[in-house]
């Protein structure tokens, strides 16, 4: 199964990293978030991704062909001119790297990259920015066994704020970052049918608009529910809360 990753965007609230990079390839534990999504996926068994990039493309181009220099030890004989990788610890990875246009919307590059994924039975696709330890192989199973064209990760939002309970103008509880009150929201991960296509007009299409509302109307939208971790990079106050969970050694998105 193929894994679409959404790439493209400009990151305009993370934009003190942003300006210089595409929000993907902002690092977390010294390694862009886009591989640590990755690498959710091939934890499951999933290694064949397709990019959808826009922003900043060639950052990501770049990457992926210098993988080698970024997992490996090499030796440069630079009299010889040659180039001797030593510990190869790259992944088993097979890339595509699509160029989805600078302007496009989430729905606009899924519609981009369908040409790629037309002869799939279903695909996975996910935002560049959120990890989690989703079960991947639960959530395609999922998908399998109830027909539908789509299938969204539904998981409580994250709590940013203390709540605080105000009677008179006297606060009665403070509770510092709240347990959700039962609500969940779109946490990406989706599995889809290549169906889903006919639900994507053109560039300036917002799959959490048009396409979702369409599929849900249509009854062609369910959710798979993840109670477990799961949070999304949007701000710098979010990565240094990803870069604090690193450096305990237990993320709990490392499933692998």
């Known amino acids: 199964m193929k894994c679409v990753l959404l790439a493209g965007g400009l990151g305009t609230r993370l934009a003190e990293e942003t300006v210089r990079i595409p929000k993907p390839m902002v690092e977390i534990g010294g390694r862009p978030i886009l591989w640590h999504i990755m690498k959710i996926y091939a934890a499951h068994g999933i290694n064949d991704f397709v990019v959808c990039c826009g922003y900043k493309g060639y950052v990501i181009?770049?990457?992926?062909?210098?993988?080698?220099?970024?997992?490996?030890?090499?030796?440069?004989?630079?009299?010889?001119?040659?180039?001797?990788?030593?510990?190869?610890q790259t992944e088993p990875w097979r890339v595509t790297l699509i160029d989805t246009g600078q302007e496009s919307m989430t729905g606009g590059r899924l519609r981009r990259v369908m040409p790629y994924l037309k002869d799939e039975e279903a695909f996975c696709m996910t935002y560049g920015d959120g990890v989690g330890n989703i079960d991947v192989t639960q959530l395609i199973a999922f998908h399998k066994a109830h027909g539908r064209m789509a299938t969204v990760t539904a998981v409580p939002p994250a709590a940013r704020f203390g709540r605080l309970d105000i009677s008179d103008g006297h606060v009665r509880e403070f509770?510092?970052?709240?347990?959700?009150?039962?609500?969940?929201?779109?946490?990406?991960?989706?599995?889809?049918?290549?169906q889903v296509a006919r639900y994507l007009e053109d560039d300036a299409t917002i799959w959490e608009r048009a396409p979702l509302m369409g599929l849900a109307h249509d009854g062609e939208l369910m959710a798979y529910e993840h109670k477990g971790f799961w949070q999304p990079m949007d701000t710098i106050r979010e990565k240094q809360e990803l870069e604090a969970f690193w450096a305990t050694g237990k993320a709990p998105w490392k499933i692998w």
Request: proline share 4%; charged share 25%; net charge negative.
């Open 175 to 194: 509770s510092e970052k709240p347990a959700d009150d039962g609500g969940v929201i779109n946490g990406g991960y989706f599995v889809l049918s290549p």
């Open 61 to 88: 181009k770049e990457y992926f062909a210098n993988y080698y220099l970024h997992g490996a030890d090499v030796t440069f004989d630079l009299r010889k001119g040659t180039t001797e990788i030593v510990n190869n």
